[in-house]
């Protein structure tokens, strides 16, 4: 038993398939294919519908379709059609299925089906916009002499007709046939055998020049990097210098500094030793006059020659001091050259040095 196309069989099956029951026109693709069809209806609500499939079942007549004002795809191969009629009823219809629509056995005969097998069938369909027709299985296939090319001419909206796309060099070539036969077509076959020549020469050269374009520009960056990396070794080298020179610059601070240090010590010592050495002469020299006013004190007058013996102890007492003052200034190792001339001590050491009389 087929499938009840009613419109209660119709909202069953939407529930089956989960589809909108409630709502029909909500509905956008419905697949009864394969059911036992032979009779459209039933379709008055699914207004929505933009894809029916009916394809496998026993149709005899596309009828029932009035209401599907945006259907776009229509699928009714194997089939029984008879003919096409109202398929002129279907404004926004783009690919439409009709192949194998023919008896499969002897019992059918009786139908005495058309199926499909004049160009009044092709007239019908080439009212629609179609971009999608598969005619193939039917008689009209092999009836229609060039029934390819004829198609191709008279339905120009077409791009896939039955198991193959259409390319525009193809349509081309159907016209040309249309307009003069066999001699047109061959005429418009060079010269789209010289257009393609042409277009793959100029995609050739656009290919050359973008080859040209991006070995250029490869180059072109190469150059930038080695650039960018001669700059960057010359920035590091500079970069290099500066820290050594600045390092040496601190070095050098910190060298003149340490040296400077070393001399303001050494100055102080210097200075230090010739206070101390002024201070031991001026003690001598207090020491030695102390002593000679003591024993002057004590000298009388019967003491003459002992007196003059003194005079000459003196005299050689401050020689000897006088030598032992210079040779201790002169063993001095620690003085960078003899401290002497100018100083309180070479003073004083002078003063004692020119009081001693040699001519006694």
Not at 112 to 127: P, V
Not at 224 to 244: H, S, T
Not at 273 to 298: C, D, F, I, P, T
Not at 346 to 352: G, H
Request: charged content about 35%.
């Amino acid at each position: 038993m087929g499938f009840d196309m009613s419109p209660a069989g119709l909202k069953k099956l939407c529930r089956e398939k989960r589809l909108y029951a409630s709502l029909p026109e909500l509905n956008e693709v419905l697949h009864l294919h394969h059911r036992g069809i032979v009779e459209i209806k039933g379709l008055e609500e699914y207004t929505g519908l933009k894809t029916l499939h009916l394809e496998s079942n026993a149709i005899l007549k596309i009828k029932g379709l009035d209401c599907l004002m945006n259907l776009r795809c229509l699928y009714l191969n194997q089939n029984l059609l008879e003919d096409v009629e109202g398929l002129d009823k279907l404004p926004r219809l783009e690919a439409l299925d009709l192949a194998d629509n023919q008896a499969h056995k002897d019992s059918f005969s009786s139908f005495a089906l058309k199926k499909l097998d004049n160009e009044e069938s092709l007239q019908i369909i080439q009212s629609l916009s179609l971009t999608l027709l598969k005619m193939s299985g039917n008689p009209i296939v092999s009836t229609i002499q060039h029934y390819r090319k004829f198609c191709l001419v008279q339905m120009p909206t077409l791009t896939y007709l039955d198991e193959s796309p259409v390319s525009e060099n193809e349509r081309r070539l159907a016209r040309a046939w249309t307009d003069g036969g066999n001699e047109e077509e061959t005429s418009m076959r060079e010269t789209i055998r010289k257009e393609e020549a042409h277009q793959r020469e100029i995609h050739r050269q656009a290919f050359e020049a973008m080859i040209e374009e991006a070995t250029a520009e490869l180059a072109e960056n190469e150059r930038k990097q080695r650039e960018a990396a001669e700059r960057a070794q010359e920035e590091r080298a500079e970069a290099a210098a500066r820290e050594e020179q600045c390092r040496a610059e601190i070095a050098a601070r910190e060298e003149a500094k340490r040296r400077q240090e070393i001399q303001e010590q050494r100055r102080a010592e210097l200075a230090a030793r010739e206070e101390k050495r002024a201070a031991e002469l001026v003690a001598m020299e207090e020491e030695l006059a102390a002593e000679l006013a003591a024993r002057e004190k004590n000298l009388s007058e019967e003491g003459i020659i002992e007196r003059l013996e003194c005079a000459d102890k003196e005299r050689k007492f401050k020689k000897e001091l006088q030598e032992r003052v210079l040779e201790r200034v002169a063993q001095d190792k620690n003085v960078a050259r003899p401290m002497l001339w100018g100083t309180k001590g070479y003073k004083s050491l002078w003063e004692i040095a020119t009081n001693i009389d040699d001519s006694t």
